[in-house]
């Protein structure tokens, strides 16, 4: 059980929630988040957006059911907070390139924040259906910003030359920008979401197919190397 | 003294509460958040003779106090298992059921019989399985295919047996009576409703398969029905299960009959759900000062 | 434009929302509430041959997102139904349903003539009707018996005959289809499943009859499965039901392949359920720019 | 849909409800309260207990699920309030006895001020459990009030020449309560309780079975005479 420090709109739809929570996370982990008793049945996955002290943010956009109940929520409020789970990403010290895609650049903030502190210079393409969000957060770590409202994120990226490209958005987005970096030497990560039900490796309701059989998004995942998920 | 302890088939539970087939993997996930070692027992998630990648596209879909699952048997077979068996089971110290299914006698047989070459308490046959062999009917559905395969394995298996029966059918307990007279030395129920879910805005089924299982506490009046029938027509003991979330469930399929429930769907809610319900039910059992053993099939 | 109607038996109905046998009463405590007319239907409280007092005990329970219930067919039995049936149809001006049941077939029959005396739309014939003769068994539950009791209403009756099918069955398809050779116009499904519950408290069970009926929508997923394989069996057209409470549920039925859905429960929820659904179904048709038709047995 | 005005707890598990409400209601009545979308299923009937200017005034003991949520709501929340149901009470202009056990107190505030406006003479035998509640306002409009906690209120009965007679409270405690008036020329009343579904006699659900014939709590009663409910 945690406390929500604030819980804010920030753009049309998209909310950011503080909440008080001493865990030690990584950038590209998330948490199975419930504000009900059992109805709906599942938690629901929200990645971490940021850290501040012993504070967590999540940015999250208002889909159905679970997330219209956590934008009710109000500062003073419990949450339950399952987590942190899954892999996270692993951070380079070189050329990175970060691309995100409507609320999957959420994600994107707390890998920016931890790629710079080990030195890396960023290259960030964003891309958002209505409203930019977050921008200005990525910036402060982000070396070069590009964003776009309205068009195709993919159609911008002309930063080739990478170390590391981490991906976060639509999984067509996805896959479209990793086709771009497919012959070059960068290392692709993609966050990938599928529908979870446990969150912790239980029930394999969260299956993906890779390259090496049956993964699970929320224990193997949600991080994965695009060559092992969009290999077909 | 431990008020909870119940016993099954001759087997010591610590505690009525066992970990349904494949909500709970082979308990190593659970692990993480507390002693698995103080259930009753777990049955692992369910194993085919061969392994399986189990089915495409959505997998889990929520719906009003419930939830739908097509995993499609997602397991490693039975051989890996028998191979890695002590990597599956080490550090468990509670009773170990393990679940196999089929999709036909022959299957059924082979694994029994791989089985047989590690220790286990419990052989929990799901028969709630499409029989490719006669057009994909459910075994679980028909007293005739429930009996033979039943019989099958019973023959080869040199563990307990028990049947895990379907609740899509007319007349559970007529199925229950049938595996009894096969050689059943218990049943466990029920297994998922077979159900549908549909993506309006896409017009199309949820699932690929078009149907799915039910489970989860929507369940749970229509399983609590089924094993109190049950547990009236048979001899042999009845694990129950069906949308158990609380230790007031627990009680209601006890009385109901229900020698030992098993859990599945509220793990998914709370990882600690089992642990939260042996709880529940220490503090009931103190306060009527009673042994749980005292409730069961009062009804 | 109506973009909501709907032909069902060659009758227009101004949208395919009816509200459900049991839950409607004859329409007169709802009228309070909206102008029921504009309903595509009603179906009335289920009648039997003779005036029944219903059940003795806690007649109805809430569980996890639904409930259960024991009326018993209460009713003043279709004798006084035909003596005062003006009373209990003036002002309705929307497709009039009779339900009836029975508990032998002498019983369906002579209903079912007595029925012959007044004008109505459809007579939706109840077969989850425990049947006397055959120890108890319901009608329904069987090919041979839902075959029977349809065939001999059938025989007598001079209105449109839809049987509605209990659940409660292994193969629903398979009983649609008995119906359907026996001359059925039309089917609707599904009735309440058996449940059961328990008062834990007390040690015994909640209903006096230990088992009663559950609906609402926990049994949504379900019943829309058999909705769904019903109306892929048969060429007469499906009334579906089960856990119906908004108008996203009622385009589920719809492309499931009902042409009509029944709603129940939700009544009880809140007594607008029924005008709020057809408010949705509007909404959703104007944006959709279609006619609800074009949406039915899509999948 | 109605706005709380006040909520708070009065007594062990006892709470008194304002609402914002214009409705005209009679003593006897009550109204079916939900206080969440679909789950719990049922509506919660609850009793009128008083009425002031435009709002009504409920008080109910936490029982189970529903009453435990209504304890929960706070002033400003919104609730939805379907009534008022049911028969309600006639009133007599003469001697009045009123007999209440627990929470079945809860309506006799609003009788007794109906009563009293029609210049009955009122005597009030009030039954608690663990501690009384609304001894107060039953005593501004009855002559005399009698009040016991852990016995049985029935033992201190000792007012039986009256015209009306009107009980609500535990229904073994309503039958005995009846046996004492029973030879008397009292008219007797009780406030009968079922489970209900639907709260507008659209079910069958509250069914009482009465001399005359099956009845429905909800809109024949909850007012019967005892008589005809308790005749066997
Ligand atoms: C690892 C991971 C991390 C994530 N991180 C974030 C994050 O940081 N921020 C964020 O905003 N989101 C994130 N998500 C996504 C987020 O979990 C989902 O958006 C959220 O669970 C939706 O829940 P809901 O209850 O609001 O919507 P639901 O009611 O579950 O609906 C979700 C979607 O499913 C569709 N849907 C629901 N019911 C039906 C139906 N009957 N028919 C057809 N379609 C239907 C809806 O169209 C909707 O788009 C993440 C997901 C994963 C897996
Ligand atoms: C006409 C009428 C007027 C009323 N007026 C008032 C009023 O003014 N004030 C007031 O406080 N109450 C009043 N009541 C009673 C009130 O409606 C109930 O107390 C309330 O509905 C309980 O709801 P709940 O959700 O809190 O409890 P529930 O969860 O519905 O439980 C209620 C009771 O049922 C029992 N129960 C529930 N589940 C089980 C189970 N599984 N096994 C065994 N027992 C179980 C519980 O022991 C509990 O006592 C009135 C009732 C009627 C019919
Ligand atoms: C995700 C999931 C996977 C399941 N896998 C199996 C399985 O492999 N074998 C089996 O016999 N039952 C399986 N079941 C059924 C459960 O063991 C149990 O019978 C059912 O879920 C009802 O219990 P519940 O309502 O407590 O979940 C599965 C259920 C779920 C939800
Ligand atoms: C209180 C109650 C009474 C009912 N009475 C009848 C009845 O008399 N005849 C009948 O065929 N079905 C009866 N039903 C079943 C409903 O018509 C319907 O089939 C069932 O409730 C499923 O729909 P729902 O989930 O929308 O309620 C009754 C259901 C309820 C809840
Ligand atoms: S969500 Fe259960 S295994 Fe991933
Ligand atoms: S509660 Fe439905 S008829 Fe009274």
């Known amino acids: 059980m945690a406390v929500i420090i604030q819980n804010t709109q920030i753009a049309k739809n998209i909310y950011k929630m503080r909440v008080c929570c001493g865990d030690d996370a990584k950038a590209g982990q998330f948490y199975m988040l419930r504000a009900w008793a059992n109805n709906p049945t599942f938690s629901r996955p929200i990645s971490i957006c940021d850290r501040d002290g012993d504070e967590i943010i999540f940015v999250y956009e208002v889909k159905g059911k679970g997330t219209k109940i956590f934008s009710s929520l109000k500062s003073g409020d419990n949450i339950e907070l399952l987590g942190p789970r899954g892999n996270g990403h692993e951070l380079s010290a070189k050329k990175c390139v970060l691309i995100g895609g409507g609320v999957g650049i959420a994600p ?60 976060c958005g639509p999984e067509i987005m996805m896959k479209k920008a990793y086709e771009l ?42 991080v994965f190397k695009a060559e092992d998920v969009f290999y077909e | 003294m431990n008020r909870l ?63 739908m699952n097509s995993i499609g048997l997602e397991n490693p077979g039975v051989e890996e298992f028998v191979e890695k068996y002590t ?30 070459k590690v220790d286990f308490d419990i052989l929990e046959l799901n028969i709630s399985c499409p029989n490719v062999k006669s057009g994909g009917m459910l075994f679980g559905v028909c007293e005739e295919s429930a009996y033979e395969v039943t019989k099958a394995v019973k023959n080869i298996t040199r563990h307990k047996l028990m049947v895990k029966l379907t609740p899509n059918v007319t007349d559970i307990a007529s199925i229950a009576k049938a595996c009894e007279e096969a050689g059943a030395d218990a049943l466990s129920l029920v297994n998922t409703f077979q159900a549908m879910a549909i993506d309006v805005l896409h017009k199309k089924p949820i699932f690929d398969n078009i149907y799915a299982g039910l489970s989860g506490a929507c369940i749970k009046p229509i399983a609590l029905r089924m094993v109190h029938q049950t547990a009236k027509a048979v001899k042999i003991p009845v694990m129950g299960m069906g949308g158990i979330y609380t230790g007031t469930d627990v009680l209601e399929f006890l009385m109901a009959g229900a020698s030992c429930v098993q859990v599945g769907t509220a793990n998914f809610i709370n990882p600690l759900a089992l642990k939260n319900i042996i709880k529940e039910l220490e503090a009931y059992c103190e306060k009527e000062n009673i042994n749980i053993k005292d409730i069961i099939n009062i009804i």
């Open chain 1, 108 to 167: 994107l903030v707390y890998l920016a924040k931890q790629l710079k502190s080990h030195g890396a210079e960023i290259t960030a393409y964003l891309g958002y259906t209505n409203e930019a969000f977050l921008t200005e957060d990525i910036s402060k770590y982000a070396d070069k910003v590009i964003e776009n409202i309205g068009g195709y994120i993919t159609d911008y990226i002309d930063e080739l030359d990478a170390d590391s490209v981490y991906i």
């Open chain 1, 181 to 222: 970096y497919k012959y070059t030497n960068a290392k692709v990560y993609a966050s990938m979401e599928r529908r979870m039900a446990c969150g912790i490796g239980g029930c394999l309701g969260c299956n993906i197919k890779t390259k090496n059989g049956n993964k699970k998004v929320c224990s193997d995942g949600p």
């Open chain 2, 5 to 67: 302890s119940v016993d099954f088939l001759g087997i010591n539970f610590k505690n009525p509460i066992v970990a349904a087939s494949g909500t709970f993997s082979f308990g190593k996930e659970f692990a993480e958040f507390y002693d698995i070692n103080m259930l009753g027992g777990i049955s692992f998630k369910g194993l085919t003779l061969n392994k399986k990648e189990g089915n495409e596209g959505i997998r889990v879909w929520e719906c009003e106090s419930g939830m």
């Open chain 2, 87 to 116: 990597d599956y089971t080490q550090n468990i110290d509670t009773v170990k059921i393990v679940n196999m299914g089929g999709n036909n006698l022959q299957e059924y047989i082979k694994g029994a019989e791989l089985l047989n």
